[in-house]
């Protein structure tokens, strides 16, 4: 296994294109967390997953955006009609939840630009 | 809601020197875990040191310490003997160590940190 895998690495989008991107963790881990990272700035939780259920969403999650774990395995990451402000790098984490003691182990992200 | 707060925007350090990264945190809960995580340039963020509220002994990792005031709320790195694959922005997280929110990362803005030879 080699580690968490984000894919595209990087994506170039025009305001109001809808964008996808999917994050595979470490296969044995059943916990799964999206973060988004602005320039200079400290990662901001997005929203998580325990196997396949979304167990929590931040207020940042607008209703643009949507996110799924199908059969508690990969999971994408869906932003509709994108606009300039989510222009950042969107970082997938997982872990073995209860018994991790709170390490997440993070992918590369993926830089969205959004012209 | 939980906080975390680093003021040092930039820190440098001389090759072989002693540095220390602080960090400062809010929260009413009384279990949780801190955490010191390292994001090189272009590369993935990856855990330095982690620390359970619980525990008095501060945590060590060879090179890397932390001191741990819980009273204070404070939780600083400090990084001996520095080295330039040190040379990283590092971010001090939080996180909750039970219930719904349980994983769930707080972070702070980071520091940057540079490693002269």
């Known amino acids: 296994d080699t580690g968490v895998s984000q894919d595209p690495r990087h994506k170039i989008t025009k305001r109001g294109q809808n964008v996808t991107f999917r994050c595979d963790p470490i296969?044995?881990?059943?916990?799964l967390y999206w973060y988004r990272q602005t320039l200079g700035q400290g990662p901001e939780f997005l929203t998580y997953?325990?196997?396949?259920?979304?167990?929590?969403k931040s207020r940042l999650l607008s209703d643009r955006f949507s996110a799924e774990r199908p059969k508690g395995s990969f999971s994408t990451l869906e932003i509709q009609r994108t606009e300039q402000g989510d222009s950042a790098m969107y970082l997938c984490a997982s872990s073995l939840g209860l018994a991790s003691s709170g390490e997440q182990f993070f992918g590369p992200g993926t830089r969205l630009t959004v012209l | 809601a939980q906080t975390v707060t680093q003021s040092q925007p930039e820190m440098s350090v001389q090759e072989a020197e002693t540095v220390t990264l602080s960090c400062t945190y809010d929260?009413?809960?009384?279990?949780?875990?801190l955490f010191w995580y390292k994001q090189p340039p272009s590369r993935q963020m990856i855990l330095v040191i982690r620390?359970?509220?619980?525990?008095?002994q501060n945590a060590t990792e060879n090179r890397f310490s932390v001191n741990f005031q819980k009273a204070a709320k404070s939780f600083s790195l400090k990084i001996s003997d520095s080295q330039l694959g040190d040379a990283a922005m590092y971010f001090c997280a939080y996180s909750i160590a039970g219930g719904t929110s349980y994983g769930k990362l707080t972070f702070g803005q980071g520091t940057i940190l540079t490693v002269h030879p």
């Open positions: 620390q359970e509220a619980y525990k008095q």
């Open positions: 929260t009413s809960e009384s279990d949780y875990y």
């Open positions: 997953f325990q196997n396949e259920a979304q167990l929590e």
């Open positions: 296969s044995e881990h059943n916990r």
